[in-house]
């Protein structure tokens, strides 16, 4: 996590203009770092979507989020559930993965989007299922695997 990492995230929180920008992570302790850092600047009404293959390192980021506020033991994939809730002091956060939602009519029926003024909500495969119904302010994570090497990872982090 470089200088420049730090204030890419800051950026990223000022709401009044779009920004992009990109991380490369070298191993999962580096996502766990990148998780860290943003979980300074969540809070109710905060949505972050996190994309891309299976294995790709989703959860290690919300792990290293919920490192944050001591709650890293609680995060387990809401495989049966849609939604995880852990609780900070402040306010709680969903842990959501819609990876077996259909689109975003399943999510409207099953769940709601209560949640999302509730808490921070932080959605595992949020693009690919719910993109429809996502809010503009909504932050946007897409990770790809390199090719040639198992450990890294590129973060692609924008914001309309
Ligand atoms: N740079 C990296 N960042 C994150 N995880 C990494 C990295 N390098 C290797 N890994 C490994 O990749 C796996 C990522 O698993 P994780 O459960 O976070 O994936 P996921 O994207 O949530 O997958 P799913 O779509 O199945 O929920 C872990 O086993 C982790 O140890
Ligand atoms: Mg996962």
Redesign the pocket.
């Known amino acids: 996590m470089t200088e420049k990492d730090i204030k890419n995230i800051q950026e990223l929180f000022n709401f009044n203009k779009s920004f992009e920008f990109e991380f490369i992570?070298?191993?999962?302790e580096?996502?766990k770092k990148l998780g860290k850092e943003f979980a300074k600047y969540i809070s109710i009404g905060k949505i972050i979507t996190?994309n891309?293959?299976?294995?790709?390192?989703?959860?290690?980021?919300l792990m290293g989020l919920a490192s944050y506020f001591n709650l890293e033991n609680e995060v387990c994939?809401p495989t049966f559930t849609i939604v995880n809730e852990y609780n900070t002091k402040d306010f709680p956060i969903y842990h959501f993965?819609v990876?077996r939602l259909k689109n975003s009519d399943e999510f409207l029926e099953g769940v709601g989007t209560d949640y999302f003024y509730n808490g921070a909500c932080i959605i595992?495969?949020g693009d690919e299922v719910i993109e429809d119904i996502l809010p503009k302010d909504t932050i946007h994570i897409n990770?790809t695997k390199s090719d040639t090497n198992?450990?890294?990872?590129t973060f692609r982090i924008w914001r309309k």
């Open positions: 992570s070298n191993n999962e580096d996502t996190l891309g293959e299976l294995g790709s390192g989703k959860t290690v980021f994939s993965d990876y595992e495969w990770i198992p450990t890294v990872r």
